[in-house]
């Protein structure tokens, strides 16, 4: 099993740099940071989670200049938004930061995505975007990317992107870089199907075909629907998020499954100081060391 860990990367927590260090020192596979560019203080959107917004949501910091940052601490060590919101861009500048943090790193980016669920925060950045065509308009984006990451002279007419043909530089060290799904909704999970190289949802909010809370059964969903796009469902990871502590139980039923990796989040979305950091990598240390790839 692989393992990642998720901080919610604010300025007065850990900082990316020597987290990365620490996570590469201690067999961690991968880190991730998640991104939201503001929360708006009307706060007309529920929180997904239910009840209040936690504090951290109100601290992030750049995503892609804080990997930047672990990028240049760290060899081996895999690079990942858990979530990057993808239309709170523009195009090519999301095309040129993605490639050239790609470029640094040594091919290192797992740019994970998602549309958001606060509405008021894509409108500030997207107000032409009615929130119900989000997904529509991410489906766009991501085949817009992959153009724009792949052609030597690259040109995107779309609904929602334009870009006239144009170089676009840096290209992404494989030619690509992978489009990790966080997603568990039906349609999320249509769309992740269809498009993304990879699915990274969260263990507890997945659900069988019926219904009901199960993670063999939502994974095997999934991997249907990637069939009936007519992909190869191998070829298609899964890794899930945990905001549970690991087990190893709980490491041997998801290896049993399939599943590539298991990214640690925080047990809380509160800001916290390093040192609440170090002590919860403290915690799940025994089981990484034990279950972990060397």
Do not use: C
Not at 68 to 97: C, F, I, K, P, W
């Amino acid at each position: 099993m692989r393992f990642g860990y998720i901080t919610m990367n604010s300025a007065s927590g850990i900082h990316p740099a020597p987290l990365a260090k620490e996570l590469e020192a201690r067999g961690f596979e991968s880190m991730w940071v998640p991104e939201h560019t503001h929360i708006p203080t009307s706060r007309r959107s529920p929180f997904v989670g239910g009840g209040d917004l936690p504090t951290g949501y109100l601290h992030m910091m750049s995503p892609f200049v804080s990997l930047a940052a672990a990028s240049a601490v760290t060899e081996r060590l895999r690079l990942g938004t858990a979530v990057a919101l993808l239309l709170e861009h523009d195009l090519v500048d999301l095309a040129t930061q993605t490639a050239t943090l790609d470029v640094i790193s040594g091919g290192r980016l797992l740019l994970g995505i998602g549309v958001g669920w606060n509405e008021e925060e894509l409108f500030t950045h997207r107000p032409d975007l009615p929130f119900r065509s989000r997904y529509g308009a991410a489906r766009e984006r991501i085949a817009a990317l992959r153009t724009l990451w792949r052609d030597e002279v690259a040109g995107v007419e779309g609904r929602w992107d334009r870009v006239e043909p144009s170089w676009v530089y840096p290209k992404p060290v494989n030619g690509t870089i992978p489009i990790v799904s966080g997603s568990w909704g039906e349609l999320a999970l249509r769309h992740a199907a269809a498009d993304a190289d990879h699915w990274m949802p969260v263990d507890r909010l997945l659900v069988d075909a019926e219904g009901r809370p199960d993670v063999a059964g939502g994974v095997e969903r999934f991997r249907r629907m990637v069939a009936e796009e007519g992909r190869d469902p191998d070829t298609v990871p899964v890794s899930l998020v945990l905001f549970a502590r690991p087990t190893p139980a709980r490491v041997e039923r998801y290896t049993a499954l399939g599943i590539e990796r298991m990214v640690i989040s925080a047990p809380t979305g509160e800001l916290v100081d390093e040192d609440f950091t170090r002590r919860d990598l403290d915690s799940v240390m025994d089981v990484v060391q034990e279950y972990g790839e060397p």
